[in-house]
């Protein structure tokens, strides 16, 4: 069975049912949208039901065809159409169990959506080097996952937070149109080009060596399993361990501690490729280098996430409540690693401190 197909028959049952029992409009209003609809002729005809609930008109099949026609015209009002979807409808029809499968299907929808959001926000801030983009549309999709999280329960009679989506937000949150738009922007740029991610990668793991006062700062939000070549992805992780330990870090020491490591492991770049590194590095500003290799990860990140919550949500056996938390977690980590695209720390502060302390010392003496 094609899923479009289900889902077809899953919204027309529940319009159905609701004909014949609008009472049930009561409760499945609180937690149903139109806009959960894949059909636009079936949101129409809910939105068309949502209007008589309202207004307290009474809800009858012939009274609610009239009311379509009057709101889309006859031709999109399609009158065959409602008459097959009466003859659909199961006879004692479950309305509150077929709105559940229809929300499960939106909101399932809408999640995916949020993965077009990222990727061209990901794809903005890695051009233009600052994370502004990533961060807002970050706060975006947090809110929206909160609302369908929310809806979820609501709809299964669970208990849920209350969701408050700032004003700011607001607007934005139930715009089609801005998924349409990010769609439209990736669409207009070139993909990913993977050796321009490791050469950058490579320029910044060579001025770590030639700099490594930095690598603390870098590690942060660039852990070594981010590096995606397994021999350079060797070298940034002994860098990390030698600076982390408090060791001494040039080229010699990572040169000889990652063969010791890479004994049992993938092997390493070459010793001219690595010196090459070490050499451009010392004419390489870290934090320039830092920006470009952040800004890969984060269209990396993004990517990624959007393809896991694509695929989660064409799976049935996945929850909904399992891809928010996916939703939130691939936010939290585009967070962290937009703190490389922020302005450089300066790692020469703490040592200044700790000179003004001895020099205060030596005066009170």
């Given at each position: 069975?094609?899923?479009?197909?289900?889902?077809?028959?899953?919204?027309?049952?529940?319009?159905?049912?609701?004909?014949?029992e609008?009472?049930?409009?009561?409760?499945?209003?609180?937690?149903?949208?139109?806009?959960?609809?894949?059909?636009?002729?079936?949101?129409?005809?809910?939105?068309?039901?949502?209007?008589?609930?309202?207004?307290?008109?009474?809800?009858?099949?012939?009274?609610?065809?009239?009311?379509?026609?009057?709101?889309?015209?006859?031709?999109?009002?399609?009158?065959?159409?409602?008459?097959?979807?009466?003859?659909?409808?199961?006879?004692?029809?479950?309305?509150?169990?077929?709105?559940?499968?229809?929300?499960?299907?939106?909101?399932?929808?809408?999640?995916?959506?949020?993965?077009?959001l990222?990727?061209?926000?990901?794809?903005?801030?890695?051009?233009?080097?600052?994370?502004?983009?990533?961060?807002?549309?970050?706060?975006?999709?947090?809110?929206?996952?909160?609302?369908?999280?929310?809806?979820?329960?609501?709809?299964?009679?669970?208990?849920?937070?209350t969701?408050?989506?700032?004003?700011?937000?607001?607007?934005?949150?139930?715009?089609?149109?801005?998924?349409?738009?990010?769609?439209?922007y990736?669409?207009?740029?070139?993909?990913?080009?993977?050796?321009?991610?490791?050469r950058?990668?490579v320029?910044?793991?060579?001025?770590?060596?030639?700099?490594?006062?930095?690598?603390?700062?870098?590690?942060?939000?660039?852990?070594?399993?981010?590096?995606?070549?397994?021999?350079?992805?060797?070298?940034?992780?002994?860098?990390?361990?030698?600076?982390?330990?408090?060791?001494?870090?040039?080229?010699?020491?990572?040169?000889?501690?990652?063969?010791?490591?890479?004994?049992?492991?993938?092997?390493?770049?070459?010793?001219?490729?690595?010196?090459?590194?070490?050499?451009?590095?010392?004419?390489?500003?870290?934090?320039?280098?830092?920006?470009?290799?952040?800004?890969?990860?984060?269209?990396?990140?993004?990517?990624?996430?959007?393809?896991q919550?694509?695929?989660?949500?064409?799976?049935?056996?996945?929850?909904?409540?399992?891809?928010?938390?996916?939703?939130?977690?691939?936010?939290?980590?585009?967070?962290?690693?937009?703190?490389?695209?922020?302005?450089?720390?300066?790692?020469?502060?703490?040592?200044?401190?700790?000179?003004?302390?001895?020099?205060?010392?030596?005066?009170?003496?």
């Open positions: 069975m094609r899923r479009d197909d289900v889902v077809q028959l899953a919204e027309q049952a529940t319009l159905g049912a609701l004909l014949l609008p009472a049930r409009l009561g409760e499945v209003q609180k937690w149903l949208r139109a806009g959960d609809f894949a059909d636009l002729w079936h949101a129409q005809l809910f939105t068309t039901l949502l209007e008589h609930h309202a207004a307290h008109d009474p809800i009858a099949p012939q009274t609610v065809a009239r009311a379509l026609v009057d709101r889309v015209g006859s031709r999109q009002a399609n009158m065959p159409r409602f008459a097959d979807l009466l003859h659909v409808t199961p006879p004692h029809p479950d309305a509150i169990g077929y709105a559940r499968l229809v929300l499960d299907s939106g909101l399932r929808h809408e999640i995916a959506g949020q993965g077009v990222l990727r061209a926000a990901a794809l903005q801030s890695a051009l233009d080097g600052v994370p502004q983009p990533i961060l807002s549309t970050c706060n975006l999709v947090d809110a929206g996952l909160d609302v369908a999280a929310a809806r979820w329960a609501a709809g299964h009679g669970l208990p849920h937070d969701v408050v989506v700032p004003l700011a937000l607001r607007p934005a949150l139930r715009n089609t149109e801005a998924r349409m738009g990010a769609d439209k990736l669409t207009a740029h070139p993909a990913r080009d993977l050796l321009t991610e490791r950058h990668t320029e910044l793991i060579g001025a770590l060596i030639a700099s490594p006062d930095h690598v603390a700062v870098v590690a942060t939000w660039l852990t070594p399993a981010r590096i995606h070549d397994p021999a350079w992805r060797a070298i940034y992780a002994t860098l990390v361990e030698l600076a982390d330990l408090g060791q001494h870090v040039d080229l010699v020491t990572v040169a000889w501690e990652a063969r010791k490591h890479a004994q049992h492991g993938p092997a390493l770049p070459g010793l001219n490729e690595l010196r090459a590194a070490v050499d451009d590095g010392w004419h390489t500003q870290v934090h320039s280098a830092a920006r470009s290799v952040a800004g890969d990860q984060i269209r990396h990140l993004a990517d990624t996430g959007a393809d919550l694509l695929a989660g949500a064409a799976n049935p056996g996945v929850l909904v409540t399992d891809l928010v938390d996916t939703g939130h977690l691939i936010a939290d980590a585009l967070r962290r690693t937009a703190t490389g695209l922020s302005r450089p720390v300066d790692t020469a502060a703490p040592q200044r401190q700790l000179t003004a302390v001895h020099t205060h010392q030596q005066v009170a003496r």
